[in-house]
Nanobody, 115 residues
Framework: QVQLVESGGGLVQAGGSLRLSCAAS????????MGWYRQAPGKQRELVAA???????NYADFVKGGFTISRDNAKNTVVLQMNILKPEDTAVYYC?????????WGQGTQVSVTS
């Protein structure tokens, strides 16, 4: 089992920044993918960014260089630095870990961006 605990969400004005952090515990292993998804009201959950343990990253097109994902494999943490936030970035952000054939999700953290 893997447990994911997110932190760092909140309320910010458009153009501001937030930093989301996710800490994994349990049988995370050394070969895994960790990333961030988001779900806005009335919309499907969508990928924001993900990173393999080896550092290969994948970003959604809407990120457009405003977000950066990074990992600390020694601490089993993944961080999403979000800059130049827009009101449309308002959503619940979820941390996800893929370990083998299993997917694990965090409880989600709310990000709200006001205009």
């Amino acid at each position: 089992q893997v447990q994911l605990v997110e932190s760092g969400g909140g309320l910010v004005q458009a153009g501001g920044s937030l930093r989301l952090s996710c800490a994994a515990s349990g049988s995370i292993g050394s070969s895994n993918t960790m990333g961030w998804y988001r779900q806005a009201p009335g919309k499907q959950r969508e990928l924001v960014a993900a990173s393999t343990a080896g550092g290969r990253t994948n970003y959604a097109d809407f990120v457009k260089g405003g977000f950066t994902i990074s990992r600390d494999n020694a601490k089993n943490t993944v961080v999403l630095q979000m800059n130049i936030l827009k009101p449309e970035d308002t959503a619940v952000y979820y941390c996800k870990a893929i370990v083998g054939f299993r997917n694990y999700w965090g409880q989600g953290t709310q990000v709200s961006v006001t205009s």
